[in-house]
């Protein structure tokens, strides 16, 4: 489980900076959201991959983190994907209002010309 979830990290962020290095502004979009899920499977995995532990206290078990879930990188990654969220729909509303007034979406507002 651990090397799948190493894999899942490792390829969502080396294609995430391959996006984030293209020319236009949707695919930079693109790769910063993907390494944004990067991040958060890394947050995530911190809290430690258990199997068969129970997400909530139950009575007769000791609280301890060795019965239960750790709470903090599931909060951390929940408040994550909502800022994340909410700044991808920013960004999104920013690359419109830069096409509208530039007529491009290349990130540095200069169109490639091929002759």
Do not use: W
């Amino acid at each position: 489980m651990e090397l799948v979830l190493a894999i899942a990290i490792g390829v969502l962020t080396g294609s995430g900076i391959y996006l984030l290095l293209r020319p236009r502004t949707f695919q930079v979009i693109v790769g910063l959201t993907l390494m944004s899920y990067a991040v958060n499977l890394f947050m995530f995995s911190t809290g430690r991959l258990a199997v068969d532990s129970e997400p909530v206290l139950v009575k007769g078990l000791k609280a301890t983190l060795a019965n239960t879930a750790d709470p903090m990188p599931q909060a951390l990654v929940l408040t994550a994907i909502v800022i994340g969220f909410a700044m991808t729909a920013l960004f999104l509303v920013v690359l419109l209002a830069s096409r509208g007034l530039t007529s491009t979406d290349h990130v540095d507002g200069e169109e490639v010309r091929r002759e």
